[in-house]
């Protein structure tokens, strides 16, 4: 973006890294075709057949359960045609099968079948036609893969952030029914990611929405390429949560607060005394985002859950404030969403960069994480604005 004045907080993008298809092009290229990527959670690909696709920048990949019980990637291409041979998440009966020509591949890659092979191909070398093997990893619970199949060991990409993420039990907790949410957001990835990682807008934006939250005491840097962040509660709430939480706790009492890193390229984790989320934040045009949440709680009954939400009703109500009380239903400042005022801003941010008459003003310094953000992505762009 182009910086006016002279401050030394400089944003490093121009805005052509928002609204251009060649930028979007390059980073889909040289950042999400090139580093691991979220795919999903493992109990998602738990029995033999079980599968999963996801797109990497630009490979479709899929992972499935091998009937030996091992997990495999692969890229989601026939080697006939390269159709793509899976769709979304399912099981699988004993084998992949192309829907195109019905070419057909075992769980563990090989081409085992070619309808009609003598008379339409005369003698074919099947060993020499399995599918491209991708990589695949499990962390925190959640499954990443990779288009290269040498890609490493995962832990050498989130080792050193580990520490970092909080003393959330993740194995511990169950996934919250009709916790998971997909939406889309008119703006380019990286103005939703951040968005994300500014701490500047947290007190304004959210002065009402997140006042649960010391914003003052935050703590937040980046180690490697990945943002990191946690802040206590404040002072009257947490006097408040220990019998008043909307959900079961699922951290100790010494411990509440907020944890909610960034990961690079585009994964949330919002981390918080009552729950731990995914924000999955994924490119679909230089202007159009989607964003998928997947929220997990402690394992209770529903009558905990309903005993919780009575003793927290009024406290909640007295501390959850609209931005602007305009009486108006749908707008998102008045929404007592946090949610929503975000997806408000990063889209009237995407519009405003189309006027000739746009700049970006001196950065706060609670906006250092964008900035540090998009040098990050300047890294891996190989340093060109």
Not at 110 to 123: K, N, Q, R, T, W
Not at 174 to 200: C, F, L, P, Q
Not at 228 to 247: G, M, R, W
Not at 289 to 310: C, I, L
């Amino acid at each position: 973006m182009h910086q006016a004045g002279n401050n030394r907080m400089m944003h490093r993008l121009p805005v052509e890294a928002y609204t251009s298809q060649d930028w979007f092009d390059r980073e889909q290229e040289r950042i999400f075709s090139r580093l691991w990527r979220y795919a999903g959670f493992v109990e998602d690909v738990a029995e033999p057949g079980q599968y999963i696709t996801v797109q990497a920048g630009l490979n479709p990949i899929l992972v499935v359960m091998g009937h030996d019980g091992l997990l495999r990637a692969f890229h989601n291409l026939c080697r006939h045609r390269g159709t793509q041979l899976l769709r979304a998440v399912g099981k699988t009966k004993k084998a992949i099968r192309c829907p195109y020509h019905d070419w057909t591949y075992s769980l563990d890659g090989e081409l085992v079948s070619i309808p009609d092979e003598g008379a339409e191909f005369g003698p074919v070398d099947k060993s020499c036609l399995g599918l491209k093997r991708a990589s695949v990893a499990t962390w925190r619970g959640m499954l990443f893969v990779h288009p290269d199949p040498d890609a490493g060991p995962i832990g050498d990409w989130f080792g050193e952030v580990e520490p970092r993420l909080g003393p959330h039990q993740v194995g511990e907790l169950v996934e919250y029914d009709g916790g998971r949410t997909s939406y889309e957001v008119r703006a380019n990835w990286k103005v939703v990611v951040e968005n994300y990682i500014d701490v500047y807008h947290l007190s304004h934006l959210h002065s009402g929405t997140l006042a649960m939250y010391d914003h003052a005491k935050a703590e937040y840097g980046f180690v490697g390429p990945h943002f990191v962040f946690h802040e206590p509660l404040s002072e009257d709430y947490a006097a408040n949560i220990k019998t008043n939480s909307p959900t079961p706790l699922i951290l100790p009492e010494d411990g509440l607060g907020a944890w909610v890193p960034m990961l690079f390229p585009g994964v949330g984790l919002v981390e918080s005394e009552s729950d731990w989320a995914t924000f999955i934040v994924t490119p679909l045009a230089p202007d159009r985002t989607r964003v998928e949440n997947r929220v997990r709680v402690k394992d209770a009954s529903s009558w905990e859950f309903v005993k919780q939400g009575w003793r927290s009703y009024a406290y909640w109500k007295r501390q959850v404030r609209p931005k602007h009380d305009t009486g108006d239903p749908d707008d998102p400042l008045a929404s007592a969403d946090f949610t929503a005022e975000d997806i408000y801003a990063c889209e009237q941010q995407q519009k405003a960069m189309l006027s000739p008459q746009f700049e970006a003003g001196p950065a706060a310094r609670g906006e250092t994480p964008v900035l540090e953000h998009q040098q990050v992505v300047l890294d891996y762009l190989g340093g060109t604005g």
